[in-house]
């Protein structure tokens, strides 16, 4: 049996790749934290004696963690409270494969969550594994539970599909920009910063679960949405945070991590020209929600 200090000092050397990998899978530092945790676990309990390399044998249980943990985010229609904002998302130039350089290097940061959520978890798993860590296909299939003919598919059709979909970064990080300047203009009570924002026909529609009874469900104006914001928003942005939703910037409020309120923010032209108010649960269920920033308390 190893000796557990060697074993120990051995995953250490590991720890930074492990987090890494699962960090670029799940988007989520908690959530990369868990899964090296849980690696760990695992190879403690575990026979290593005939394990030749146990770099692989350490991400190929990390991974296998990920995709679990994918799968039941999936089902459950879930994404995690706690993304990272975007400049700490790591630089894809430091994949193992060079030649898969040029895949994604325009689709860092926001660009590259959106099109990553929009994949299966297999093939995330694929597409993350190979393209960003070099992982040749026969681990990849004992993973995914597939033939390495079939992981190899998959990390092209998960290829295909970021490519053929990239969104245009700056229009989103400008349009990401401008709801992070509507939250701040809320929360410090700023009536003329959110005139500035909104466009002069901006229409702000709400469910009754989260506006007073007496007030209109749909709002149309930029006096008129601003000054409503104002004095029924301001108290709820302590824990509002950006956030992508359904591929767009928006925010959400969500008290101790427990989603209440998502508001889609829709920006033509650096003008809000749209915004829903959604508190229904069954219409909350239904939102593919990634959080980026810390955004509040």
């Not at 701040?184 to 709400?206: F, I, S, Y």
């Not at 949405?225 to 945070?241: I, K, S």
């Not at 991590?257 to 003008?271: C, M, Y």
């Amino acid at each position: 049996m190893e000796d557990p200090d060697w074993l120990a000092e051995c995953f250490e050397a590991h720890r930074g790749r492990l987090r890494d990998v699962a960090f670029r899978m799940l988007g989520s530092r908690a959530e990369a934290d868990d899964v090296v945790q849980e690696t760990w676990l695992r190879l403690s309990r575990a026979r290593t004696e005939d394990v030749e390399n146990l770099g692989g044998w350490l991400t190929t249980v990390a991974a296998r963690v990920c995709l679990d943990m994918l799968r039941t985010r999936a089902a459950r229609k879930e994404q995690p409270l706690d993304w990272a904002p975007v400049s700490a998302i790591p630089d894809p130039s430091s994949r193992v494969d060079p030649e898969q350089e040029a895949l994604t290097a325009d689709a860092v940061g926001l660009a590259l969550l959106v099109m990553l959520d929009r994949l299966t978890p297999a093939e995330r798993i694929a597409f993350v594994l190979h393209d960003m860590f070099g992982v040749p296909f026969a681990e990849i299939a004992g993973v995914v539970g597939r033939s390495p003919v079939a992981a190899k598919k998959l990390a092209s059709r998960a290829r295909t599909r970021v490519r053929g979909g990239i969104v245009d970064h700056a229009d989103l990080t400008r349009r990401w920009e401008i709801v992070e300047a509507f939250l701040a203009a809320v929360r410090e009570g700023d009536l003329q910063a959110l005139l500035v924002l909104l466009d002069p026909d901006v229409v702000r529609r709400a469910d009754p679960w989260v506006i007073p009874a007496a007030e209109r469900s749909e709002v149309r104006s930029a006096r008129a949405v601003a000054e409503g914001t104002l004095r029924y928003g301001r108290t709820a942005t302590r824990f509002a945070r950006t956030a992508l939703i359904d591929g767009e910037p928006g925010l959400v409020v969500a008290p101790h991590d427990r989603l209440r309120i998502a508001l889609t923010i829709r920006v033509e032209n650096d003008k809000i020209t749209e915004i829903n108010v959604i508190g229904e649960p069954r219409r909350l269920a239904e939102l593919a929600i990634s959080i980026l920033g810390s955004g509040g308390d």
